[in-house]
T-cell receptor
Framework: AQSVTQLDSHVSVSEGTPVLLRCNYS??????LFWYVQHPNKGLQLLLK??????LVKGINGFEAEFKKSETSFHLTKPSAHMSDAAEYFC????????????FGTGTQLKVEL | DSGVTQTPKHLITATGQRVTLRCSPR?????VYWYQQSLDQGLQFLIQ???????AKGNILERFSAQQFPDLHSELNLSSLELGDSALYFC???????????FGQGTRLTVV
């Protein structure tokens, strides 16, 4: 079975500094991986997806993630944090075989300070 | 706006009662998924339908059931409600069975 582990439950950065949210995955095959963001009292929004094409994936709002098979990682980065980036971020792996349920990580709460 | 519509946005009900949550997928999407988000369990997959048929099942309780209708909207029925069923219930849709999912705003269920 596939799974993802988000290594930090909380990350705090200053506005204008880089963001790094870490995610490791476990899968017996080449996985489809996603990052979703959830702002307070909002639904889940897809930030970006990896589906075995380019290993560096660009998403919305300046976010990107790099798929590293050797490290089984899919870390999310942004060069410069903005106050509006404060939210909860979920790393997600898609299953196969009889459906494509999404398995969510436990989430990383990103705090952006002035 | 993801294009996935969930109603109602909020629901407060008493223990033992039954409620129905409704989801309208994005236009053209054939797959519908239901997820439960709670503080202690995180985001848990409940069930998936594809073009009216159940496709995958997750940690869905026997007290819960779902269906997808010919017009592709879906309903999640929760019965004999307990306090622990209080959670945010999300519906998501996708075009096929191996494509990214788009989530609705959720229905916040409070059982008192």
């Amino acid at each position: 079975a596939q799974s993802v582990t988000q290594l930090d439950s909380h990350v705090s950065v200053s506005e204008g500094t880089p963001v790094l949210l870490r995610c490791n995955y476990s899968s017996s095959y080449s996985p489809s991986l996603f990052w979703y963001v959830q702002h307070p009292n909002k639904g889940l929004q897809l930030l970006l997806k990896y589906t075995s094409a380019a290993t560096l994936v660009k998403g919305i709002n300046g976010f990107e993630a790099e798929f590293k098979k050797s490290e089984t990682s899919f870390h999310l980065t942004k060069p410069s944090a903005h106050m509006s980036d404060a939210a909860e971020y979920f790393c997600v792996v898609m299953g196969t075989g009889g459906g494509n349920k999404l398995t969510f990580g436990t989430g990383t709460q990103l705090k952006v300070e002035l | 706006d993801s294009g996935v519509t969930q109603t109602p946005k909020h629901l407060i009900t008493a223990t033992g009662q039954r409620v129905t949550l409704r989801c309208s997928p994005r236009s053209g999407d054939l797959s519908v998924y239901w997820y439960q988000q709670s503080l202690d369990q995180g985001l848990q997959f409940l069930i998936q339908y594809y073009n009216g048929e159940e496709r995958a099942k997750g940690n869905i309780l026997e007290r819960f059931s779902a269906q997808q209708f010919p017009d592709l909207h879906s309903e999640l029925n929760l019965s004999s409600l307990e306090l622990g069923d209080s959670a945010l219930y999300f519906c998501a849709s996708s075009t096929g069975v191996s494509t990214e999912a788009f989530f609705g705003q959720g229905t916040r269920l409070t059982v008192v």
